[in-house]
């Protein structure tokens, strides 16, 4: 299977399990549901899921038993950018190509969503089956660690307090690491988990998810001022407009894609360990890089 193709299924699988397992939009309090439902069905590339399917398959699991643990990365992922996009926050009007959740339904129904999200990605992890090696109460702590004030909530504090300041290089890659890299390498981390994964293995993808979310991080800095509107389906340009620090910013756009390619590369030798069942996750490392959106 191509890769494109192979993306595309699994964003399609991916999609159907996120339809099966949130409550439905009638379900009362309808509202809320609806809303969830608006922001998590927006059209996100749906990367953390897919990740965290590939590692599952990299470390001779299934589909089937890493699917719970996608749609929690999924819907953690979706709460951040609903809460991320508020007028307290980033304050942004468009998200994944379609108005932010607080443009149609309102900043208080817009915080709940966020919060509800937030609530369910645990609801699936609970619900995830263990393996040999580790529990629901494993993948609970993962995901905990990383959505809590030590990773991304953390990364957000960083960001909030260094408004209108510029910030030096290394307090740029604590935030990356922190909004970013430690999302996407927990996605990777609960897919092996789910594939009952050597320590072994659970380290050379937690190396490869680290590398991997800060060449995702750099790029999307790249992408804000070198793509339109139309194509990122969210605000272009945005922080320039503001006057946030990026690695463009601090280094210009040639020595920030020679990084995110040095990163690319580097995430890609932390796989070796993993030999050809890995071939997939090196695929999308290689395509992350050159993403246009
Ligand atoms: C909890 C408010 C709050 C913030 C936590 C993660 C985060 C910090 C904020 C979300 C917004 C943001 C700029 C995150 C950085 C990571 C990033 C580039 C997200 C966009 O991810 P994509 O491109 O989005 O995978 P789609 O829409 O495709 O899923």
Request: net charge neutral; proline share 3%.
């Amino acid at each position: 299977m191509t890769l494109k193709s192979y993306l595309a299924a699994r964003a399609k699988e991916v999609d159907a399990a996120l339809d099966r397992h949130l409550p439905k939009k009638s379900a009362a309090p309808a509202t809320i549901h609806a809303a969830m439902r608006y922001t998590v069905f927006a059209g996100g590339k749906r990367l953390r899921p897919i990740l965290c399917l590939a590692a599952a398959e990299a470390c001779g699991g299934t589909l089937e038993n890493a699917m719970l643990p996608a749609c929690a990365v999924e819907v953690l992922h979706t709460y951040s950018l609903v809460h991320d996009d508020l007028p307290c926050m980033d304050d942004d009007d468009l998200r994944r190509g379609r108005p932010t959740c607080h443009k149609v339904y309102g900043e208080g129904m817009a915080v709940l969503t966020g919060d509800a999200l937030l609530t369910e990605a645990f609801l699936f992890l609970a619900q995830t089956p263990a393996t040999k090696r580790y529990s629901a109460k494993d993948y609970v702590a993962e995901l905990a660690l990383t959505g809590g004030s030590r990773h991304l909530i953390g990364g957000q504090v960083l960001d909030l307090e260094g408004e209108g300041q510029k910030a030096t290089k290394a307090r740029l890659v604590k935030i990356h690491e922190a909004k970013t890299a430690a999302l996407l390498m927990s996605s990777l981390r609960l897919g092996a988990m789910t594939a009952n994964a050597t320590p072994k293995q659970l380290e050379a993808l937690t190396v490869f998810g680290h590398a991997l979310g800060h060449a995702f991080q750099v790029i999307d800095d790249i992408l804000d001022v070198t793509q339109s509107t139309e194509v990122l389906g969210k605000t272009a340009g945005k922080d320039a407009a503001v006057e946030k620090t990026t690695y463009p910013s601090l280094m210009g756009l040639e020595k920030s894609r020679k990084e995110a390619a040095k990163l690319t590369k580097q995430a890609m030798d932390a796989l070796k360990p993993l030999g050809k069942s890995a071939d997939r996750l090196h695929e999308i490392a290689a395509y992350l890089l050159e993403r246009e959106y």
